[in-house]
């Protein structure tokens, strides 16, 4: 079954970095564009970043824009999310999420667990 | 920070039915699809509807999506227990960016 399993998360000073990973499985997994959306405590959904499924298209969300990166590796069906300059505002559940689809414009269809992370 | 409204709660009896507005505007609902996401308490969130009235395998069919303009509407009905959950709704957005709605909370009365 498709799987999508997170990690990296952790407690961290601000300003420092950290770097999450999403691990894939059941599915092929360069032919899908993936999302990393976070979920601070109490709060809604926000959208981080967008991967196309040949990393030729990345987008970010202007609240991480220059301070977090997203990239992915297809050799190794992993998607990754470097995360700078962290802020306390930054501390929330990182969730990787499979597209519907190759491009970065489709719904969000598969979800993993999440990983937190907490700047403090 | 989000771009969508919904409203914060709706709630109705077993067996009734809810509806959850989503508002946006030409540059994301009006001219993207919109899909709409369940969160049951403590986990994580699954689609639920997708291109705007499309249900994934095993979505049972009192779930439906609707869209018009720049609004889009959820609706739920057979309102059961298990259904007691945040909704979100979702879209791209033409400054390249993805949206989702505020949140509405079901409670079943």
Partial sequence: ?120 | QSVLTQPPSVSAAPGQKVTISCSGSNSNIGSNYVSWYQQLPGTAPKLLIYENNKRPSGIPDRFSGSKSGTSATLGITGLQTGDEADYYCGTWDSSLSAVFGTGTKVTVL
């Avoid at chain 1, 926000?46 to 987008?59: C, F, L, M, P, T």
């Avoid at chain 1, 977090?68 to 505002?89: H, P, V």
């Avoid at chain 1, 970065?104 to 700047?119: F, S």
């Fill in chain 1, 1 to 120: 079954q498709v799987q999508l399993v997170e990690s990296g998360g952790g407690v961290v000073q601000p300003g420092r970095s950290l770097r999450l990973s999403c691990a894939t499985s059941g599915f092929t997994f360069s032919n899908y564009a993936i999302y990393w959306v976070r979920q601070a405590p109490g709060k809604g959904l926000e959208w981080v970043a967008v991967i196309s499924y040949d990393g030729n298209n990345k987008y970010h969300a202007d609240s991480v824009k220059g301070r977090f990166t997203i990239s992915r590796d297809n050799s190794k069906n992993t998607l990754y999310l470097q995360m700078n300059s962290l802020r306390a505002e930054d501390t929330a559940m990182y969730h990787c999420v499979r597209a519907g689809g190759p491009h970065y414009y489709y719904y969000m269809d598969v979800w993993g667990k999440g990983t937190t992370v907490t700047v403090s």
